[in-house]
């Protein structure tokens, strides 16, 4: 089985099925021997917005101070090797195909996102990483990760999304972030409200300790915007935990690794004048917009390239990008959950009087956003992690 063929067949699996338990994930662990116990010391990261920086932080500080790291992050941007990671190296083409081929016999009826997930827990076993950094691929409580005993839990942040799933409001969707929650161990989180009262609850239920994160006033960070101070917190946080468990992390790494760390396609300047971010979100979008707003001095104007998903909210992440840019080429990811562009454009026509350009190829998007710039003009590309994937590859 080669490369391609290895990717065919785990997305062949499909994510698709009406009712989610960990039933299937520890089925098939359990074939495999139970590599999700043999992966060091855990750490199991959910949230609304900000999750993925704040693993590769921790990642990245650990790495600095000499551990041995294991990563497993979702979605990718270029290919599925890149969310399987140790010291900051993607798993190999070649090695990520063998592994394919070692689970094939034991998969009966798993998803595309179990078998990866017992895939990472096999590479980081087989290799004896000391730290597991596991991010959550949606929710929490039913997700493939929660298998995992965790000895500290990290919950960024709570903001609506997939409420279908979820739930309707942010104390339903915390309560989910909520169930990686374990027994007698550590909770870090940088919830605020609501939410946090949630939290709060369920740590006392289940006899853990919660330590609330706050903003870091670190300035050299290696990944860039005011979010980013409220993900370097949350993971200045997690590693002062790990030092009460007595794991030697001098400050001097914690500084070195916020500042050296790098997570691709987080408020990114890919070239001087084309901005991209993931923003898949009302609170990623509501970021992005402030941060936009700050480059007003730098850039005459911003066309803003858009495409998403249409089981998010877009139109509350257009109501916050529309009044900080300047023009807006609408565009589909390739994805079967993409958005129709045109019905983005009537939601745009209605409520602002604005007609954008749809261009609903990512690439001819970009590309024509380009030639709509000036020389002194801002490209930026957001909307779904798919879209600004798409941009890596043009």
Not at 58 to 83: D, F, M, Q
Not at 138 to 143: A, F, Q, S, T, V
Not at 193 to 198: E, F, H, P, Q, T
């Amino acid at each position: 089985m080669n490369f391609n063929q290895a990717v065919d067949y785990l997305v062949n699996l499909g994510n698709d099925r009406e009712e989610w338990d960990l039933d299937l994930i520890n089925e098939l662990l359990h074939k495999l021997k139970m590599p999700h116990r043999r992966i060091g010391t855990v750490i199991h990261i959910t949230g609304s917005n900000g999750k993925g920086s704040v693993c590769a932080m921790v990642a990245n500080i650990l790495k600095t101070a000499g551990y041995k790291v294991g990563l497993y992050t979702s979605p990718h941007l270029r290919r599925i090797t890149e969310r399987i990671k140790i010291n900051n190296e993607d798993i190999s083409k070649e090695v990520f195909s063998e592994y394919v081929q070692r689970i094939r016999p034991f998969v009966n009826g798993q998803s595309y996102f179990e078998v990866l997930t017992a895939i990472a827990f096999m590479y980081f076993a087989d290799n004896d990483v000391e730290f597991s950094i596991i991010e959550v691929g949606l929710g929490g409580r039913l997700d493939a990760t929660n298998v995992v005993e965790s000895d500290i839990s990290v919950i960024t942040n709570v903001s609506l999304e997939h409420t279908k799933r979820l739930g309707e409001n942010e104390e339903k969707i915390a309560l989910e972030k909520a169930g990686i929650i374990k027994e007698n161990s550590i909770c870090v989180t940088g919830a605020e409200g609501d939410a946090l009262k949630v939290i709060e609850r369920v740590c006392s239920q289940r006899n853990t300790e919660l330590l609330v994160s706050r903003p870091t006033d670190f300035s050299r960070l290696g990944l860039k915007g005011d979010v980013q101070k409220d993900n370097a917190g949350t993971a200045i946080k997690i590693i002062k935990a790990l030092k009460r468990k007595e794991f030697l992390i001098p400050k001097l790494h914690i500084l070195e690794g916020l500042e050296s760390v790098k997570w691709p396609g987080r408020l990114e300047f890919i070239s001087p004048r084309v901005l991209v971010d993931v923003a898949h979100n009302p609170a990623g979008a509501l970021y992005l917009a402030n941060e936009l707003k700050k480059f007003h001095e730098d850039f005459e104007r911003v066309v803003l390239v858009f495409g998403v998903l249409a089981d998010k909210d877009w139109k509350s992440m257009l109501d916050y990008l529309v009044s900080v840019v300047d023009e807006i080429i609408l565009t589909k990811p390739n994805s079967e959950r993409a958005a129709q562009p045109a019905l983005l454009e009537r939601y745009l026509v209605k409520q602002f009087s604005l007609t954008p350009l749809i261009v609903e190829n990512v690439k001819m998007a970009f590309d024509k956003a380009k030639t709509e710039a000036g020389k002194k003009d801002l490209v930026v590309v957001t909307g779904s992690f798919y879209t600004v994937g798409e941009i890596y590859h043009s």
